[in-house]
């Protein structure tokens, strides 16, 4: 398979991911699509064996979305952005602190974007607390979920 090939894969996959901070826009499906084109382009047993995990991996993040509570976020008060920096924020952290950062990441950056606005510590976290409880927790399990999948599928395409 070529490098021009797998970066393609790999922008669809960082599409995916951006695209679960969008509202309307099938972030999990975009992410799932990429590795079944790439387990499709390889077709080796740990291609499929990518494929198979990711598959029950997303699966699970879908049906933990339908106990948690729906998105109200407009509701809540904050702009997009600040669901959006949080996002980036653990894009990033993901792939610096592997696992772990990806979680400190999103509440990190939603705590960050949150202060900015309104000026104050008190505010910012009351406000982040807020927007967690009005959908951010259903944003973060469905981002963290596709960002595991994207670590899984990078890990194997840089040591296979």
């Known amino acids: 398979m070529g490098v021009w090939q797998l970066l393609e894969m790999g922008?669809?996959?960082?599409?995916?991911?951006?695209?679960?901070?969008?509202?309307?826009?099938?972030?999990?499906?975009?992410?799932?699509?990429?590795?079944?084109?790439?387990?499709?382009?390889d077709a080796t047993g740990t291609a499929w064996a990518v494929l198979?995990?990711?598959?029950?991996?997303?699966l699970l993040a879908?049906?933990?979305?339908?106990?948690?509570?729906?998105r109200r976020l407009k509701a809540a008060g904050a702009p997009r952005r600040s669901l959006l920096t949080g996002g980036?924020?653990?894009?990033?952290?993901?792939?610096?602190?592997?696992?772990?950062?990806?979680?400190l990441g999103f509440l990190g950056g939603l705590y960050g974007a949150e202060r900015v606005r309104l000026g104050s510590h008190g505010a910012g976290w009351t406000s982040a607390r807020t927007v967690l409880r009005s959908g951010g927790y259903?944003?973060?399990?469905?981002?963290?979920?596709c960002l595991l999948v994207v670590g899984a599928w990078v890990g194997v395409v840089i040591w296979a």
């Open 138 to 145: 259903s944003v973060l399990v469905e981002l963290f979920a």
């Open 88 to 103: 980036v924020a653990a894009i990033a952290g993901f792939f610096l602190l592997p696992v772990v950062g990806g979680i």
């Open 11 to 41: 922008l669809v996959m960082l599409l995916g991911l951006l695209g679960v901070l969008v509202p309307g826009v099938p972030g999990l499906a975009i992410v799932w699509a990429a590795v079944a084109w790439w387990a499709l382009s």
């Open 62 to 70: 879908q049906s933990l979305k339908l106990v948690m509570p729906p």
């Open 52 to 58: 198979a995990g990711a598959t029950g991996l997303l």
